[in-house]
């Protein structure tokens, strides 16, 4: 068997926050943009890795989801404590300059975990983790 990661998905709250973020501050190109009934699905992901994407999607959005349901998603969210996604760089500390510089909301500069990673970790517009590990 031989598997691969396709994608992998955040929530957004603001699509053209977000779609600022992924796009204008990561980097990342845009490979699919879709609406439906006011809501967007936006597929972005490196462009030296085209079949690596991340959807930011609306969140709650579903069959079964009650109001209820949505309403303690959307808080979650809003905490920061929902989804996350793990990046890498071979350059940590340029990159968290870069990113840094450009206004993206810094959780952690760059440290040499216990584990044996180093790494640093920012927020996106929506609250997602946005984790960044220093690589080769």
């Known amino acids: 068997m031989s598997l691969t990661i396709h994608s992998s998905f955040l929530p957004h ?3 053209e926050a977000s779609l600022a973020f992924y796009r204008d501050v990561l980097g990342f190109e845009v490979r699919n943009d ?3 009934e006011g809501m967007r699905w936006i597929t972005v992901g490196p ?4 079949d690596t994407a991340i959807v930011l999607h609306p969140p709650g ?25 793990n990046l890498a760089s071979t350059d940590l500390d340029g990159t968290f300059a870069s990113l840094e510089a450009a206004g993206a909301e810094v ?6 975990q216990p584990y044996g ?11 997602n983790l946005i ?4 690589v080769g």
Do not use: N
């Not at 959780?107 to 040499?112: A, G, L, S």
């Open 13 to 15: 709250l603001d699509p």
């Open 34 to 36: 879709v609406g439906y």
């Open 47 to 50: 462009a030296d890795q085209p």
């Open 61 to 85: 959005v579903g069959p079964g989801m009650t109001d209820e349901d949505r309403t303690a998603l959307l808080e979650i969210i809003a905490k920061g404590s929902y989804f996350g996604v």
């Open 107 to 112: 959780v952690q500069e760059p440290v040499d």
């Open 117 to 127: 990673l180093r790494d640093c970790a920012f927020r996106d517009p929506a609250g």
């Open 131 to 134: 984790r960044i590990q220093q």
